[in-house]
């Protein structure tokens, strides 16, 4: 399988998976895509059902992603797969295990993993692939990146104790949950490096993008990131997909529709791939927060980005987004892979104009009736009733992020929209947002025994003012220190 950008002037120039795996964007400003998705026949998919069911989520993740990957040897990948998916680190042979709701709907569990958010699905196969492809090519990388709570946790669980990876990772200091800065600073290892910024997450950012910028530094300390928007990340998500439809269905004509809490559209992107393939997906739900910029896309057709200044803080702020990363990958299939559209809708309007429509075209009414695609939005006090109502006629807790689902998806439900079975997307454990919990239902969640006395551990961070070159001078006296 080759790779192109969503925004290239030719088809010619393609590159291998392992090209683009340690790449962020491509050099014309696009995202890396598979020429074509792989068809996957219904024969595929019975063997799919038997994969999974007899040797389990690894199995299953290696015969999905060996079809995008051929430049990694098979027994390599499939030894990658069963070290990112073993069923000590997800605590179940499923990986991925289904609950039943109310009425038809299910709950896919995804945050099972070291951080008990579902970047964790996609961040332990980076780790496996970084390392894998970095040794092969006697490379070592510095990774720097920002955060403001879960990827930063999820990606540095994902890089410990790969050889040749480093991780400095940057965090607003006093601006994380308790919970968080004892998951991010309690490990305990020279190539994890956690700074507390004397600022927001946006300086956090910027300090990255300031380095970023430095060509020569790049270079000459080997620096690296683990975007959203990186393919490989995509692509491991396809995998849950697919071993939720084995859960639920297993029958290759009893399609399966999914409510998907949204950010930076990986997640939901990952399913859009799965249902291309020919994975029996019916609808793919875009939910999201406050911060709708998607849902009034695929109710208008207009995509207008907001300001840092018109983005809210909400109570599932892992979808606080302002502008989705991975959405220009869906916008390249739904205008046919016309790359020149491509180049002039983010190319161009976007950058001109902060926002570009579709509304009234033909692609534009293709998301919905070809790609399936459905979205809605809810509020603080839905998450809340959400929560609360989920509790009471159910016993089961829900974090924020997937009570957003949990509302847009049972409302398409109601309203007939969608048939069932429906499967709701859970992205994070409670225990990581204990005090909405506690708004919600009076009391805290428990804890996982996993993580119980995380908070009295010891922790590491260094403290930084808020400046680049305070970082850079960190990473240069530790890179050549050794
Ligand atoms: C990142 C995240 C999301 C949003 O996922 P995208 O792939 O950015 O759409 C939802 N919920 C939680 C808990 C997250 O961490």
């Not at 207008?304 to 979808?319: C, D, I, L, N, Q």
């Not at 454990?429 to 993580?451: M, W």
């Amino acid at each position: 399988m080759r790779y192109y950008s969503t925004r290239g002037e030719t088809t010619d120039e393609t590159r291998t998976f392992s090209d683009i795996l340690l790449r962020g964007l491509a050099p014309d400003g696009g995202l890396y895509m598979p020429v074509e998705y792989p068809h996957v026949s219904a024969q595929d998919l019975a063997r799919w059902v038997r994969v999974y069911r007899e040797q389990g989520y690894a199995a299953l993740a290696f015969e999905v992603m060996s079809l995008f990957i051929d430049d990694i040897p098979a027994d390599d990948l499939r030894a990658l797969c069963e070290r990112a998916y073993a069923q000590e680190v997800f605590g179940s042979r499923e990986v991925v295990p289904v609950t039943n709701l109310p009425d038809g709907m299910y709950l896919l569990h995804l945050s099972n993993g070291p951080t008990a958010a579902f970047k964790d699905m996609a961040m332990q196969m980076l780790g496996q692939l970084f390392e894998y492809v970095l040794r092969r090519e006697g490379r070592e990388l510095n990774i720097v990146g920002a955060t403001s709570g879960d990827t930063g946790s999820s990606a540095e669980y994902a890089m410990l104790g790969k050889s040749g990876i480093r991780v400095f990772m940057l965090t607003p200091a006093g601006r994380m949950t308790a919970f968080q800065r004892a998951q991010m600073y309690g490990l305990r290892d020279p190539a994890i490096i956690n700074i507390a910024v004397d600022g927001v997450f946006d300086d956090c950012q910027d300090i990255v993008k300031e380095i970023s910028a430095d060509a020569d530094f790049k270079a000459k300390y080997s620096i690296g990131a683990v975007n959203s928007i990186n393919w490989a990340r995509l692509l491991a998500q396809v995998v849950y997909y697919v071993a939720a439809w084995i859960q639920v269905s297993a029958d290759p004509r009893r399609t399966v529709s999914f409510s998907v809490p949204t950010g930076n559209f990986g997640d939901v992107c990952a399913g859009h791939i799965a249902r291309s393939m020919g994975v029996p997906i019916d609808r793919l739900i875009v939910a999201t927060n406050e911060n709708d910029v998607l849902d009034e896309f695929f109710r208008t057709g207009v995509y207008r980005v907001r300001s840092a200044g018109e983005t809210r803080a909400t109570s599932s702020p892992s979808m606080d987004i302002s502008k989705a990363s991975n959405f220009e990958r869906f916008i390249f299939d739904l205008v046919g892979r016309d790359q020149a559209r491509v180049r002039d809708l983010f190319g161009q309007q976007l950058r001109a104009h902060g926002e570009f429509s579709l509304a009234g075209s033909p692609e534009f009414s293709n998301a919905r009736i070809r790609h399936g695609f459905l979205s809605g939005s809810s509020t603080h006090a839905d998450r809340i009733d959400s929560i609360r109502s989920l509790y009471r006629h159910n016993q089961t807790i829900i974090d924020p992020h997937t009570a957003d689902a949990w509302k847009v998806g049972r409302d398409a439900f109601r309203g007939g929209v969608v048939e069932p079975p429906l499967v709701v997307l859970e992205t994070a454990l409670p225990v990581k947002f204990a005090e909405t919990i506690e708004e919600a239902l009076g009391f805290k969640p428990d804890i996982p025994a996993r993580f119980a006395d995380i908070e009295s551990q010891p922790q590491h961070v260094l403290n930084l003012p808020n400046d680049a070159e305070a970082v850079k001078q960190l990473i240069r006296a530790t890179v050549s220190g050794g």
